[in-house]
T-cell receptor, first 112, second 114 residues
């Protein structure tokens, strides 16, 4: 079935370091892909999305490119801040796009 | 657009008691979802409604769980005879109908069963 695999965390970086969080997917066709972020004690917020192959989603300095050749949607940011410390989830629609399945999440810790 | 709101945000209950969570979706959204998230895990789908119709239920939704959306607006999730394994965050989300539309989540309701 459709599924998402993320790199395990935690990922610990110093402020201003470059961030990559890997996400690969298995799906029928070319669904939209999403990254959500969860700050401590809170619900999920949509970070960015891409609706078709080769699309790049971006928001708040984060970017992810939908690559059908490698079935990947890796999240990147050029210079992380302490405020980026959170858990990041890659997500994939399934069942004709009616529901979302999530990866296990990757915890990012940014140190000053 | 006030976002998806959930109430209560936190609930501590004794094992065996019943609890009910409420969700108010984004006003124009006709789809409403419930997910469960345990510590260190991603959210897991429980059920979803389109308007007042419950269209899909996960196997995670045991017979102690019941969800309703009587008028196609707000929804309630009731857990009867709570067990310690029910301790989790219950997330509500909403969207417009249609595959691939963005699903927006609320802040979640934390349940602790003691």
């Amino acid at each position: 079935g459709d599924s998402v695999t993320q790199m395990e965390g935690p990922v610990t970086l110093s402020e201003e370091a470059f961030l990559t969080i890997n996400c690969t997917y298995t799906a029928t066709g070319y669904p939209s892909l999403f990254w959500y972020v969860q700050y401590p004690g809170e619900g999920l917020q949509l970070l960015l999305k891409a609706t078709k192959a080769d699309d790049k989603g971006s928001n708040k300095g984060f970017e992810a490119t939908y690559r059908k050749e490698t079935t990947s949607f890796h999240l990147e940011k050029g210079s992380v801040q302490v405020s980026d410390s959170a858990v990041y989830f890659c997500a994939l629609p399934y069942n004709a796009g009616n529901m979302l399945t999530f990866g296990g999440g990757t915890r990012l810790m940014v140190k000053p | 657009d006030t976002g998806v709101s959930q109430d209560p945000r936190h609930k501590i209950t004794k094992r065996g008691q019943n609890v009910t969570f409420r969700c108010d979706p984004i006003s124009e959204h006709n789809r409403l979802y419930w997910y469960r998230q345990t510590l260190g895990q991603g959210p897991e789908f429980l059920t979803y409604f389109q308007n007042e119709a419950q269209l899909e239920k996960s196997r995670l939704l045991s017979d102690r769980f019941s969800a309703e959306r009587p008028k196609g607006s707000f929804s309630t999730l009731e857990i009867q005879r709570t067990e310690q394994g029910d301790s989790a965050m219950y997330l509500c989300a909403s969207s417009l109908a249609g595959g691939g539309n963005t699903i927006y989540f609320g802040e979640g309701s934390w349940l602790t069963v003691v």
